[in-house]
């Protein structure tokens, strides 16, 4: 019962910034769990961020501790991500999703957008 729509891919260069936004519907969002995952050719989909649904307690993979900030504006029902000092490591397509759990494993969130890339050039 819930619509995820991710934007704000793009390409960049290293050591730039980009802030994704996720917009929600069909579910009461502010009591929801949100989280960040992203996933590269060949590889598994990994955790990147989370936030619980008052927004007052984040979570962070180690890769982007310090330069990536999770937060939403539930009067907007909208989920954001900002990235500083980008990596090319940090290339992959970027999902989110929402829980009614808290977890950093992928197979334990319910819904998920569709996705958005983020490509970060040396």
């Known amino acids: 019962q819930a619509q995820l729509v991710e934007s704000g891919g793009g390409l960049v260069q290293a050591g730039g910034s980009l802030r994704l936004s996720c917009a929600a ?6 009591i929801y769990a ?57 290339t992959a397509v970027y999902y989110c999703a929402t829980s009614g759990v808290m977890s950093p494993t992928a197979k334990h969130w319910d819904y998920w957008g569709q996705g958005t890339q983020v490509t970060v050039s040396s």
């Open 34 to 90: 949100m989280g960040w995952f992203r996933q590269a050719p060949g590889k598994e989909r990994d955790f990147v961020a989370a936030i619980t649904g008052s927004g007052r307690n984040t979570y962070y993979a180690d890769s982007v501790k310090g330069r990536f900030t999770i937060s939403r504006d539930n009067a907007k029902n909208t989920l954001y991500l900002r990235m500083n000092s980008l990596k090319p490591e940090d």
């Open 25 to 30: 519907s069909g579910r009461t969002f502010s």
